[in-house]
């Protein structure tokens, strides 16, 4: 079964400070991996998909099979990138979205 | 505006109570899911639907029903709802070509006493 592993429920950083989301999955097949971003508990919105390879909002994201991880990275972080981020795995026949528990980042000024 | 309505955005109710929580997509979307939100938890699936009157259960089906009469609607169904059921409740869509991800709508929170 496909799983999706988010270990820090809390981040916090300074402005300016690099920030590193991390995610790990668990899957037999070939991997569909996405960011989402949720700010002040409103809808989810799709931050980056790992398919196109592009960077939203300064983030970017790299898929490594070999240690199948997809963390979240941005080099300066600002305040409003607070926020919670979910990673989540497209899979199955059905394509359903497998969700890690997210994490919460906080930027500090 | 392509996007997900969900109503209503807040709604307390009693035990055993119940309710039904609309969800529409405007995008002609083959594919649509509920998933329920909780502190640590994350989203888990409660059901999802690959078209019109086919649905399934997703990771916490108990306690919900969905129905899929039409392809725009996919309302999600709690008959007897319980305390345990309070929770951030997220519909979203996505068409069957689409490869990058889900459309949300914006949430309904929903309080059993």
């Known amino acids: 079964a496909q799983r999706v592993t988010q270990p820090e429920k809390l981040l916090s950083v300074f402005k300016g400070a690099p920030v590193e989301l991390k995610c790990n999955y668990s899957?037999?097949?070939?991997?569909?991996l996405f960011w989402y971003v949720q700010y002040s508990r409103q809808r989810l919105q799709l931050l980056l998909r790992h398919i196109s390879r592009e960077s939203i909002k300064g983030f970017t994201a790299d898929l490594n099979k070999g240690e199948t991880s997809f963390h979240l990275k941005k080099p300066f972080a600002q305040e409003e990138d607070s926020a919670m981020y979910y990673c989540?795995?497209?899979?199955?026949?059905?394509?359903?979205?497998?969700f890690g528990s997210g994490t919460q980042l906080t930027v500090l000024p | 505006e392509a996007q997900v309505t969900q109503n209503p955005r807040y709604l307390i109710t009693v035990t055993g109570k119940k309710l039904t929580v609309t969800c529409s997509q405007n995008m002609n979307h083959e594919y649509m899911s509920w998933y329920r939100q909780d502190p640590g938890l994350g989203l888990r699936q409660i059901y999802y639907?690959?078209?019109?009157?086919?649905?399934d259960k997703g990771d916490v089906p108990e306690g919900y029903k969905v129905s899929r009469k039409e392809k725009r609607n996919f309302p999600l169904i709690l008959e007897s709802p319980s305390p345990n059921q309070t929770s951030l409740y997220f519909c979203?869509?996505?068409?069957?070509?689409?490869?990058?991800?889900?459309?949300f709508g914006s949430g309904t929170r929903l309080t059993v006493v």
């Open positions: 639907s690959m078209n019109v009157e086919v649905t």
């Open positions: 979203a869509s996505r068409s069957g070509g689409e490869i990058y991800g889900y459309t």
């Open positions: 899957y037999s097949g070939s991997p569909e």
């Open positions: 989540a795995l497209l899979s199955g026949s059905a394509r359903q979205l497998t």
